[in-house]
T-cell receptor
Framework: EAGVTQSPTHLIKTRGQQATLRCSPISGHTSVYWYQQALGLGLQFLLWYDEGEERNRGNFPPRFSGRQFPNYSSELNVNALELEDSALYLC????????????FGEGSWLTVV | QKEVEQNSGPLSVPEGAIASLNCTYSDRGSQSFFWYRQYSGKSPELIMFIYSNGDKEDGRFTAQLNKASQYVSLLIRDSQPSDSATYLCAVNQGSGGGADGLTFGKGTHLIIQP
């Protein structure tokens, strides 16, 4: 069974540009979480999607947004990129909105230059 | 503001010894507790979760929870060099995930010395 898959693995963007990251959850999982892990910092919660709707977002500016598609895959968009957006972006999925624990994908490395 | 605290380390342990990793959390309403292992440049991998006070064992790993003290720990017996990684403690009010996913500590860097 395939795990959580993310693309691209690496992405280099220029300050001010937009980045789009994609995630496919484990088959049967309907909840998708996005986290940011900047170098030397812990995992910071970004967004939670369940059944196609945004259920909650972390303490990030509105230029971080996303959506979940009918097949439960998700994308994260970061507009007006800033240098400090350089980080590992991790997607995780879970069965439903009350399922046990979450499982991470391999992440997407975003570098803003 | 929910907080999860871990000693960043590095924690250096000889091969074959017991590695003890500790975590404290601020939210008394927390109900579920997770340990993830993260190798450098890789994503976190779930090792164990624990919901009830006491010990939970899985192979060489034992998770310990004390809700009164707001403390959770992970013991790794017979430590191997392959156990060298950063260990993340994560906490949530519900069974897992939930409204804000999991609140993570910054992790403890563990080094197993051959």
């Amino acid at each position: 069974e395939a795990g959580v898959t993310q693309s691209p693995t690496h992405l280099i963007k220029t300050r001010g540009q937009q980045a789009t990251l994609r995630c496919s959850p484990i088959s049967g999982h309907t909840s998708v979480y996005w986290y940011q892990q900047a170098l030397g910092l812990g995992l910071q919660f970004l967004l939670w999607y369940d059944e196609g709707e945004e259920r909650n977002r972390g303490n990030f500016p509105p230029r971080f947004s996303g959506r979940q598609f009918p097949n439960y895959s998700s994308e994260l968009n970061v507009n007006a990129l800033e240098l400090e957006d350089s980080a590992l972006y991790l997607c995780a999925s879970r069965i439903g909105s009350s399922g046990n624990t979450i499982y991470f994908g391999e992440g997407s490395w975003l570098t803003v230059v | 503001q929910k907080e999860v605290e871990q000693n960043s380390g590095p924690l250096s342990v000889p091969e074959g010894a017991i590695a003890s990793l500790n975590c404290t959390y601020s939210d008394r309403g927390s109900q579920s507790f997770f340990w993830y292992r993260q190798y450098s440049g890789k994503s976190p991998e779930l090792i164990m979760f624990i919901y009830s006070n006491g010990d939970k064992e899985d192979g060489r790993f034992t998770a310990q929870l004390n809700k009164a003290s707001q403390y959770v720990s992970l013991l790794i017996r017979d430590s191997q060099p392959s156990d060298s990684a950063t260990y993340l403690c994560a906490v949530n009010q519900g069974s897992g995930g939930g409204a804000d996913g999991l609140t993570f500590g910054k992790g403890t860097h563990l080094i197993i010395q051959p």
